[in-house]
C-alpha cells in the first residue's frame, strides 16, 4: 500500500467522480482507476459502487475514509513540518551564553530573530564558559556563547566581540581616585574570582596580566554569578577584573576603571559539528545583521 493510493482513494471519496477526481490529481482517469483497484484488491475489500451513473462509498470504504483522513493529513503536516525546519522557518535552537553577554550582544540579537523567525523557539540557557562547553560537546546545546575559549577540540570557534577589561573596586578603595591603573597597582590585593573549571579562558587571562609581579593579587573568593562578584566588591572582600559590560549593572558600592594598555577579552560563537540555517540566521542577528 503506498500512500499516492490513499491519496487516489481519498480524492475520489470527496468527488464521488472518477473524471473530477483525475482532474484535481492532474492526472488521466485510467491510471486512477488502476491505482483504486489495486488498493482494493491489497485490502479485499469493495471501497466504491461503481455504475454507469454514479459513485459511492461502500460501508468499508466510508470506514476506511475515516480512519485515514486524519493519518495522510498528520503525514502531509509532518512533512511540512519537516521542511520548515530544514529550511530554519521552524523549529527550535538551544543557546548557552555566558552573564556578560547578556548586557551587550543577547537581548538585540533576540528581539531581531524572533521579528523574522517567529515560529522558532530559542531556548536560553545562562552558563559558565566551562558547562557550555560541556552541553555543546555532549549535543546539549546548539550554539553557545564563550568568553575566552582557547582552542577547544570538537567545537567551531567564531569571534563575536572583543571588550575592554575593567578594575571592579570598592567605592571606598584607594584607586578608585585614580583614572587608569597598571596591573603592578594591585600587587597583593584580594581578588575575587570565577572558579578557573567554569571559565578556564576567562581566568587564565585574567591571571595573565600580573604575570609580572612578584606578588600577584591573591583570589580570596570565588563566585560563579558576576552580580555575586559585584556584590562581594561592593561588601569590601576584594577587588575583581571583569568585562567592561559589566558597567551597565548598577551595583551600589561599586565603582569601576581602566587598565593601563587595554587589556582585552573575546566572546566566541561555539558549535559543534555541522549548523542548522535556524542557527545560522541567530549569529548573523548576534552579529547584527539581520537574516
Known amino acids: 500500500m503506498e500512500l499516492r493510493q490513499l491519496r487516489y482513494f481519498l480524492v475520489v471519496a470527496d468527488e464521488?467522480?472518477?473524471?473530477?477526481?483525475?482532474?484535481?490529481?492532474?492526472?488521466?482517469?485510467?491510471?486512477?482507476?488502476?491505482?483504486?483497484?489495486?488498493?482494493?484488491?491489497?485490502?479485499?475489500?469493495?471501497?466504491?459502487?461503481?455504475?454507469?451513473?454514479?459513485?459511492?462509498?461502500?460501508?468499508?470504504?466510508?470506514?476506511?475514509?475515516?480512519?485515514?483522513?486524519?493519518?495522510?493529513?498528520?503525514?502531509?503536516?509532518?512533512?511540512?513540518?519537516?521542511?520548515?525546519?530544514?529550511?530554519?522557518r521552524s523549529g527550535k535552537i538551544r543557546v548557552g551564553f555566558v552573564s556578560s553577554a547578556s548586557y551587550t550582544t543577547v537581548p538585540e540579537a533576540i528581539r531581531a530573530f524572533r521579528q523574522q523567525r517567529p515560529r522558532i523557539d530559542l531556548v536560553l540557557h545562562p552558563l559558565t564558559s566551562g558547562e557550555q562547553i560541556e552541553q555543546l560537546?555532549?549535543?546539549?546545546?546548539?550554539?553557545?556563547?564563550?568568553?575566552?575559549?582557547?582552542?577547544v577540540p570538537g567545537l567551531n570557534l567564531e569571534l563575536l566581540s572583543t571588550e575592554d577589561l575593567v578594575v571592579v573596586l570598592p567605592e571606598a578603595h584607594q584607586l578608585a581616585a585614580v583614572q587608569e591603573i597598571h596591573p603592578r597597582e594591585l600587587e597583593g590585593e584580594p581578588m575575587i574570582l570565577f572558579p578557573y573549571r567554569l571559565m578556564p579562558g576567562f581566568v587564565a587571562r585574567v591571571l595573565r596580566?600580573?604575570?609580572?609581579?612578584?606578588?600577584?593579587?591573591?583570589?580570596?573568593?570565588?563566585?560563579?554569578?558576576?552580580?555575586?562578584?559585584?556584590?562581594?566588591?561592593?561588601?569590601?572582600?576584594?577587588?575583581?577584573?571583569?568585562?567592561?559590560?559589566?558597567?551597565?549593572?548598577?551595583?551600589?558600592?561599586?565603582?569601576?576603571?581602566?587598565?593601563?594598555?587595554?587589556?582585552?577579552?573575546?566572546?566566541?560563537?561555539?558549535?559543534?559539528?555541522g549548523s542548522a540555517p535556524a542557527v545560522d540566521d541567530f549569529v548573523r542577528c548576534l552579529r547584527g545583521r539581520l537574516p
Not at 612578584?214 to 571583569?242: D, F, K, N, Y
Request: glycine share 10%; net charge negative; aromatic share 4%.
Open 209 to 273: 596580566l600580573f604575570d609580572s609581579l612578584p606578588t600577584p593579587p591573591i583570589v580570596a573568593q570565588q563566585a560563579i554569578h558576576q552580580e555575586t562578584v559585584l556584590g562581594l566588591v561592593a561588601a569590601g572582600l576584594g577587588i575583581s577584573v571583569l568585562p567592561e559590560s559589566v558597567q551597565r549593572f548598577q551595583m551600589p558600592g561599586v565603582t569601576t576603571r581602566r587598565f593601563v594598555g587595554r587589556p582585552q577579552t573575546e566572546l566566541h560563537v561555539a558549535r559543534a559539528g
Open 137 to 151: 560537546l555532549d549535543g546539549n546545546l546548539d550554539l553557545g556563547l564563550i568568553r575566552d575559549p582557547g582552542d
Open 16 to 88: 464521488l467522480h472518477f473524471g473530477r477526481a483525475a482532474e484535481r490529481l492532474h492526472i488521466t482517469q485510467p491510471p486512477l482507476t488502476v491505482a483504486v483497484r489495486r488498493l482494493e484488491r491489497e485490502l479485499g475489500v469493495q471501497l466504491f459502487d461503481r455504475t454507469t451513473r454514479r459513485v459511492t462509498l461502500t460501508a468499508a470504504g466510508q470506514a476506511f475514509r475515516e480512519r485515514i483522513q486524519a493519518a495522510v493529513a498528520e503525514l502531509d503536516d509532518a512533512a511540512g513540518d519537516v521542511a520548515d525546519i530544514a529550511a530554519g
